[in-house]
T-cell receptor
């Protein structure tokens, strides 16, 4: 069965510190990978997506993610956390053999400590 | 350009009652999706419309859930009768084309449903 794992339901970092949110998927079928962010009382907003063009993907607000096939991972990083990054982050995967639905991880809530 | 909108933003109903959720996709998007997030768990797919046709309804939990998209524009998701386990956040998403795997799905803010 297809699944997406986000390690750590809650992550806290100090302002200015590195942000690392983990995402692993389980499938031998080539995936399309997405990271979404949900700010309080808002909808899910696309941060970035992997479309097989380049393994390192740059997104909005200084975030980037690297696709590592050997590790089946697509971790999200940001060099320096800002207070405005506090939100919930979702990793989503779409597989080429299972239609158009997205499979989501359980989400990671990021807290930024001043 | 207006994003995906959902109504209501919140709904509190009693077990056994009926609730109808509405989603207006981005104009011109033929593809419309419903997802649900039960508290503490992952966001799960419910179904996918292409225009007014149900392309995939494999995620619908049971026959108490009925989704429609008359005319291929907005969609409604009706829960009748509602049960306690139906509580959660219902998200709607839309996309332009469904053939490409990299196609972004644009999400609405969700409807928070609480069944008491």
């Amino acid at each position: 069965a297809q699944s997406v794992t986000q390690l750590g339901s809650h992550v806290s970092v100090s302002e200015g510190a590195l942000v690392l949110l983990r995402c692993n998927y389980s499938s031998s079928v080539p995936p399309y990978l997405f990271w979404y962010v949900q700010y309080p009382n808002q909808g899910l907003q696309l941060l970035l997506k992997y479309t097989s063009a380049a393994t390192l993907v740059k997104g909005i607000n200084g975030f980037e993610a690297e696709f590592k096939k050997s590790e089946t991972s697509f971790h999200l990083t940001k060099p320096s956390a800002h207070m405005s990054d506090a939100a919930e982050y979702f990793c989503a995967v779409r597989y080429s053999n299972t239609g158009n639905q997205f499979y989501f991880g359980t989400g990671t809530s990021l807290t930024v400590i001043p | 350009e207006a994003g995906v909108t959902q109504f209501p933003s919140h709904s509190v109903i009693e077990k056994g009652q009926t609730v109808t959720l509405r989603c207006d996709p981005i104009s011109g998007h033929d593809n419309l999706y419903w997802y649900r997030r039960v508290m503490g768990k992952e966001i799960k797919f419910l179904l996918h419309f292409v225009k007014e046709s149900k392309q995939d309804e494999s995620g619908m939990p049971n026959n108490r859930f009925l989704a429609e998209r008359t005319g291929g524009t907005y969609s409604t998701l009706k829960v009748q009768p509602a049960e306690l386990e139906d509580s959660g956040v219902y998200f709607c998403a839309s996309s332009q084309e469904s053939g490409q795997g990299w196609q972004t799905q644009y999400f609405g803010p969700g409807t928070r449903l609480l069944v008491l």
